[in-house]
């Protein structure tokens, strides 16, 4: 069963730091990853997909990257500020077309 | 284009009662997936519905179902409630492709609290 792993759990950083989140997950046999926000009590809001057959998306000040090989996905945040502080969260979609998602990182930017 | 829309958006339901909630995905997306999220176990995947078909289940009770409507709109139904079942309820619709363009945008989801 396809096991997805985010670390670290919580990041507090102050406005205007890089910072990368990880996901890992168990099984490559994966036909997407993608990442998501979600701020409290709300839906999840969707910034970036990857493919399988991709390295890494970006999408202004996020950057995505996956080694599928490896079981890996980061997502950088070039220059956070106060309105990035949300969960992140990542999710796998297998290619038995079942979703799987990590239990998330919660992050503060601290003005 | 509007977004994807939940109702109700909040339930409060005793043990033992059903409950039924609705989803209306993005006009044109065809697949709709369902989801629980609490605080526990994070967010786990239910069912996925394509073209009124459910394509896709996860690992949960017979008591949780759903079914598609020709227009793709989308319902989840979980009969004999349980406290366990308290959770945030979501549901993303996407344009199915090959699997690997799948997108999924999420509903705003609806608050089921079991007492």
Redesign the interface.
């Known amino acids: 069963k396809q096991e997805v792993t985010q670390i670290p759990a919580a990041l507090s950083v102050p406005e205007g730091e890089n910072l990368v989140l990880n996901c890992s997950f168990t099984d490559s046999a994966i036909y997407n990853l993608q990442w998501f926000r979600q701020d409290p009590g709300k839906g999840l809001t969707s910034l970036l997909l990857i493919q399988s057959s991709q390295r890494e998306q970006t999408s202004g000040r996020l950057n995505a990257s996956l080694d599928k090989s490896s079981g890996r996905s980061t997502l950088y945040i070039a220059a956070s500020q106060p309105g990035d502080s949300a969960t992140y969260l990542c999710a796998v979609r297998s290619t038995g077309n079942q979703f799987y998602f990590g239990t998330g990182t919660s992050l503060t930017v601290i003005p | 284009k509007a977004g994807?829309t939940q109702t109700p958006r909040y339930l409060i339901k005793t043990r033992g009662q059903q409950v039924t909630l609705s989803c209306s995905p993005i006009s044109g997306h065809r697949s709709v997936?369902w989801?629980q999220q609490t605080p526990g176990q994070?967010?786990?995947?239910l069912f996925?519905y394509f073209s009124e078909t459910q394509?896709?289940k996860?690992n949960f009770p017979g008591r949780f179902s759903g079914r598609q409507f020709s227009n793709s709109r989308s319902e989840m139904n979980v009969s004999t409630l349980e406290l366990g079942d308290s959770a945030l309820y979501?549901c993303?619709s996407s344009v199915p492709g090959?699997?690997?363009?799948?997108?999924?945008?999420?509903?705003?989801?609806t608050?089921l609290t079991v007492l």
């Open positions: 994807v997936s989801y994070g967010l786990q995947f996925e394509r896709n996860g979501l993303a090959t699997g690997e363009t799948d997108t999924q945008y999420f509903g705003p989801g608050r």
